[in-house]
């Protein structure tokens, strides 16, 4: 079984690249007017705690997997994961990557909006429909709700891969 201090390791290098990534986002130059009636140059967009889920991949599964995002569903020992506290309310915006080849920095990533994701949740069920695919860890240590972002109104609000923005 994995070990979830080792993946958290080798996901947490990326923690610099994703902080800059996320500036780039959540900071802005604000209109004109502001500049020029209260000193502002640049701007953020939310002054509270601002919570960001994070999940890098490996590139191994890149090709496989581009096309999709996953969030962690269940572990056989039945900790809270991901996914019950997305569904709890927990988190405001989730950025989640692939690493490039050699591990060193993101091949692609998105940045989704988790209030989105809830209410895309939300209203499949309230429809009797399964809002997610499930995939398990070939070796029983999770299994996780697949999504695919462009099926999500509203749940990309950037997004960027070696060839461009996706």
């Not at 019950?84 to 990533?109: H, P, V």
Request: aromatic letters at 10%; hydrophobic letters at 35%; glycine letters at 10%.
């Amino acid at each position: 079984m994995k070990d979830w201090t080792a993946d958290k390791r080798w996901s947490d290098k990326f923690l610099p690249q994703i902080k800059r990534i996320l500036g780039e986002q959540l900071i802005g130059e604000p209109p004109l007017e502001e500049d020029q009636e209260h000193g502002t140059d640049l701007i953020v967009l939310k002054m509270d705690a601002v919570r960001v889920a994070c999940r890098v991949r490996r590139h191994e599964y890149l090709a496989r997997y581009g096309d999709e995002f996953t969030i962690r569903k269940g572990r056989p020992n039945g900790t809270k994961t991901e996914l019950t506290k997305i569904i709890e309310g927990w988190g405001d915006f989730f950025f989640y990557g692939f690493s490039n080849e050699q591990e060193t920095d993101l091949a692609q990533w998105l940045l989704g909006d988790l209030k989105a994701l809830r209410l895309f949740i939300n209203r499949n069920l309230c429809a009797g429909k399964k809002p997610w695919i499930e995939k398990g860890n070939a070796d029983g240590s999770s299994d996780f709700a697949c999504f695919h972002s462009s099926a999500i109104a509203g749940f990309v609000l950037a997004s960027r891969s070696s060839h461009g923005t996706i």
